[in-house]
């Protein structure tokens, strides 16, 4: 059974003093439904997320007790793919023929502060200052940098790129373009990342409705985004992940890798053949790395194309065109759902300002979370 | 071990102490640290080599949030630590605080030795926990 994406409800990011993250959310599943012209009684089935703004199920108050099957999601930062994911598997089951993927968070100011014992680890790891995950980024990026050639302007070339493309979206939180010269003299946060490479933890709720081809037939869909490769991996032995006391000497791929191969095989088409992507930018660093790890190019090959603006949103590889993680912050429940959002409006040709003037016919997302996964899904209209 | 910071990661405090891991009985992977509870009777312990290289650092900057970080820094006496990965080799590479280096000095692949250093715990006082130097 294909699955399409045929509704996209957004709430802006950044910071809404005065609403709380479940509003956001439930603000994101009415414009989806608009968006799709349906109301929450026609809705079978939710899969939904948060990871600090409260249950996500108890959404049901505000939108309306139908007695619909509702499932919480937690899967760290890639809690919006995994809603996502699990909502395509439902319809693509057979079980289900409509049916929402919502997430939506509130994060407090600053940097995360996780329990070890959250992740299985004693806690004189957090009380000598290893439970940050700013760290994990630093280091395997200064790793990257070394063995690969990857220069310091490269990590701010992300960033510029980031803050140009936040400023065209007008549900971005950083909405100022930024010079190279203010970002590389910002002051570090974790060598070699500096305080405009990094995202912030944020707000923000994005809803998505998917149906099956049979639905959308029905309802008359004109513009259905259909989804034609969507995988979630978990890492294997020998992935550097973070929070890790200790990793293994022998190395192994990351699970972005797997799941890039994964999604790629189930689309039946190859890198060369997406038109724009959407990537985990938890930092520039991150957005790097992860373009060679979803096969966009080989490692190294990211010095030549960033210095070349090969992923600006009119370069042959547009990626992050909404301005990422970087520009809209990680509201961690709703930022992978964002990702799928963007490509949704570019691929139907709403984006505006931002629209990838290739006539996209093809949409790439991936997103990275903790403690070491990744959920990518390919989109084609 | 009552002024280490935690129990059955070193082997002792003094100066030829050593790390203590886990080796699993039937695959030989070796974790840092030994792991705890019931998965530690999958583990047999042994004694990390004390000498390494470098394989990836970093500086952090800014006062962890406590909890869980239970330092006594304040963000005015807050001052900058050095820390990353170091790999001890055949066996594991481990995540540490590293000491008496300057951040110019360092350079992926050299040689590291363990070092014990004090904690300044804001509940328990000064503890001892490692580090890696170079060597």
């Given at each position: 059974m294909d699955v399409a994406i045929i509704g996209a409800g957004i709430h802006k990011f950044g910071r809404t003093d005065g609403k709380s993250g479940l509003d956001q959310g439930v603000h994101a599943v009415r414009d989806a439904l608009q968006d799709t012209g349906l109301t929450w009684e026609d809705i079978q089935f939710a899969f939904g997320g948060s990871a600090a703004a409260g249950n996500a199920d108890i959404m049901v108050n505000s939108l309306g007790l139908t007695g619909m099957q509702f499932i919480n999601v937690n899967n760290g930062c890639a809690t919006g793919g995994s809603a996502v994911l699990s909502a395509y598997w439902a319809i693509k089951s057979g079980e289900f023929d409509l049916g929402l993927a919502v997430g939506f968070d509130k994060h407090p100011r600053g940097s995360f502060n996780p329990d070890p014992a959250d992740w299985g680890l004693d806690s004189w790891y957090g009380e000598q200052g290893f439970m940050l995950t700013t760290q994990f980024f630093a280091l395997k990026i200064q790793r990257y940098m070394e063995l690969h050639g990857i220069s310091s302007r490269s990590l701010a070339l992300v960033a510029e790129k980031s803050f140009h493309n936040g400023a065209l979206?007008?549900?971005?939180?950083?909405r100022t373009t930024m010079d190279l010269e203010t970002i590389e003299s910002a002051p570090m946060i974790n060598d070699p990342l500096n305080k405009y490479m990094f995202c912030s933890p944020g707000e923000g709720g994005v809803a998505l409705i998917l149906a099956s081809a049979k639905k959308v037939k029905e309802l008359g869909i004109e513009k259905p985004i259909w989804v034609k490769g969507a995988a979630v991996k978990t890492r294997l032995e020998g992935s550097f992940e973070v929070f890790s006391p200790s990793i293994q000497v022998e190395r192994s791929k990351a699970p972005t890798e797997l799941a890039s191969e994964a999604a790629f095989e189930m689309a039946g088409i190859g890198p060369d053949e997406i038109d724009v992507a959407q990537l985990q930018d938890t930092e520039s660093g991150a957005e790097i790395m992860h373009m060679a790890e979803n096969g966009f190019c080989k490692d190294g090959e990211q010095e030549k194309l960033l210095a070349e603006r090969a992923t600006w949103i009119d370069g042959p590889l547009p990626v992050n065109t909404d301005g990422g993680c970087i520009a809209n912050g990680e509201p961690i429940g709703a930022s992978g759902l964002r990702q799928v959002y963007e490509n949704v409006i570019q691929l139907r040709g709403q984006a505006g300002e931002r629209q990838v003037p290739n006539d996209p016919k093809t949409a790439y997302s991936h997103v990275y979370g903790a403690p070491g996964l990744s959920a990518v899904a390919i989109l084609e209209r | 071990m009552t002024n280490a910071l935690a129990d059955d990661v070193l082997t002792s405090v003094d100066t030829d102490a050593a790390l203590i891991a886990g080796r699993h009985i039937e695959t030989g992977k070796v974790v840092f640290p030994w792991p705890t509870g019931v998965e530690r009777r999958h583990f047999e312990r042994i004694e990390l080599t004390r000498t390494g290289t470098l394989w990836s650092w970093s500086v952090q900057r800014f006062l962890p949030k406590s909890p869980p970080y239970m330092g006594t820094e304040t963000i005015e006496t807050f001052k900058p630590y050095i820390f990353g990965y170091v790999e001890l080799p055949g066996q594991v590479i481990v995540e540490t605080r590293i000491v008496n280096a300057a951040e110019a000095d360092l350079k992926i692949g050299m040689d590291m030795t363990l070092a014990i250093i004090d904690f300044d715990h804001k509940e328990r006082g000064v503890v001892k926990t490692y580090a890696f130097e170079p060597a």
């Open positions: 979206n007008e549900n971005a939180w950083r | -």
